[in-house]
């Protein structure tokens, strides 16, 4: 049976020291980290997640910065909100919550928040560090740094190991690859045009999964031992609860928990990780804009 990773209990670990670096920051600089959190419109998942966000920066003593706009807000307009909160010197981190409404350019946006201030990572000179042997990103993408996180803290070894990534996605199956690079893993991407993606995932020592399809890895695609990082959050019908519904990884958690070494559940495993590292990453850009 696979050790199973606990999400929850490692990310409050990490909350833990993220309110100490705050409190140190706090008493030393007389300073306190800002996180602003844009969301424009009124989708109820991006709300949930914002609400999310905003809480556990109060948990930990980072300020948060409330910034609802108008699902109708134009571009120039938005723009114009991100340079604003650039060149607030309050605020050292900056999200904008995705999906943006279909009128406005996702890429131009991100692309306009501060490299210094873009703690989901998603800047194209982030990823264009983190791609790049011998540079180091200012900010790695939260939920591919948590699987990161994961991995460490429950002391698998990535240094020479052969890891699968299944997904390509510009949020976790790329970054997240380009990081297992970074720690000197043997790396491949499967995605949906890959033929037979079993045998590929079947050698795997660690495979995260990314791919957003409801329990498409089964127990005879993993290797015994292998450590699993399951990104996926799937909701499948389930009349037996009282939503009507369930969640499930990308990973058939009964059969992979008996051939794997390390699980991660759904939910409790990497989604708690997500917003930890995020939290990290606010502080980590309070550090260099205070201490500095």
Same mark, same amino acid.
């Given at each position: 049976?696979?050790?199973?990773?606990?999400?929850?209990?490692?990310?409050?670990?990490?909350?833990?020291?993220?309110?100490?670096?705050?409190?140190?920051?706090?008493?030393?600089?007389?300073?306190?980290p800002?996180?602003?959190?844009?969301?424009?419109?009124?989708?109820?998942?991006?709300?949930?997640?914002?609400?999310m966000?905003? /809480? #556990?920066? %109060?948990? +930990?003593? &980072?300020?948060?910065?409330?910034v609802?706009? !108008? @699902?109708? *807000?134009?571009?120039? $307009?938005?723009?114009?909100?991100?340079?604003?909160?650039?060149?607030?010197?309050?605020?050292?981190?900056?999200?904008?919550?995705?999906?943006?409404?279909?009128?406005?350019?996702?890429?131009?946006?991100?692309t306009?928040?501060?490299?210094?201030?873009?703690?989901?990572?998603?800047?194209?000179?982030?990823?264009?560090?983190?791609?790049?042997?011998?540079?180091?990103?200012?900010?790695?993408p939260?939920?591919?740094?948590?699987?990161?996180?994961?991995?460490?803290?429950s002391?698998?070894?990535?240094?020479?190991?052969?890891?699968?990534?299944?997904?390509?996605?510009?949020?976790?199956?790329?970054?997240?690859?380009?990081?297992?690079? /970074? #720690?000197? %893993?043997? +790396?491949? &991407?499967?995605?949906?045009?890959?033929?037979? !993606? @079993?045998? *590929?995932?079947?050698? $795997?020592?660690?495979?995260?999964?990314?791919?957003?399809?409801?329990?498409?890895?089964?127990?005879?695609?993993?290797?015994?031992?292998?450590?699993?990082?399951?990104?996926?959050?799937n909701?499948?019908?389930?009349?037996?609860?009282?939503?009507?519904?369930?969640?499930?990884?990308?990973?058939?958690?009964?059969?992979?928990s008996?051939?794997?070494?390390?699980?991660?559940?759904?939910?409790?495993?990497?989604?708690?990780?997500?917003?930890?590292?995020?939290?990290?990453?606010?502080?980590?850009?309070?550090?260099?804009?205070?201490v500095?």
């Amino acid at each position: 049976m696979a050790q199973i990773i606990d999400g929850k209990a490692i990310a409050a670990d990490i909350r833990r020291e993220v309110a100490a670096e705050v409190a140190a920051l706090s008493s030393t600089h007389n300073a306190v980290p800002g996180l602003a959190v844009v969301i424009v419109g009124s989708r109820k998942d991006s709300q949930t997640y914002v609400n999310m966000k905003r /809480k #556990a920066c %109060a948990e +930990v003593g &980072i300020r948060s910065v409330d910034v609802d706009l !108008p @699902e109708d *807000i134009s571009e120039a $307009a938005l723009v114009a909100e991100v340079h604003r909160l650039n060149a607030d010197p309050a605020v050292h981190g900056i999200l904008v919550q995705l999906p943006l409404p279909k009128h406005i350019n996702e890429e131009k946006i991100l692309t306009e928040i501060s490299i210094e201030k873009d703690v989901d990572g998603f800047h194209p000179l982030n990823i264009g560090k983190l791609a790049m042997k011998g540079r180091e990103p200012l900010f790695v993408p939260c939920t591919p740094k948590g699987c990161m996180e994961l991995l460490s803290r429950s002391g698998v070894t990535v240094k020479g190991k052969r890891a699968v990534v299944v997904g390509r996605s510009n949020i976790v199956g790329l970054p997240v690859s380009l990081l297992l690079l /970074k #720690a000197d %893993a043997t +790396v491949s &991407i499967v995605h949906s045009r890959t033929p037979d !993606p @079993e045998s *590929i995932v079947r050698e $795997a020592d660690i495979v995260i999964a990314a791919a957003g399809q409801a329990m498409m890895i089964k127990g005879d695609w993993i290797k015994p031992g292998a450590a699993v990082i399951d990104v996926g959050t799937n909701s499948v019908d389930d009349p037996t609860r009282k939503s009507g519904y369930r969640l499930v990884g990308d990973v058939d958690f009964g059969e992979v928990s008996k051939v794997a070494g390390y699980l991660t559940p759904v939910p409790g495993g990497v989604g708690p990780m997500t917003v930890a590292m995020l939290l990290k990453n606010t502080v980590d850009g309070a550090k260099r804009g205070i201490v500095e």
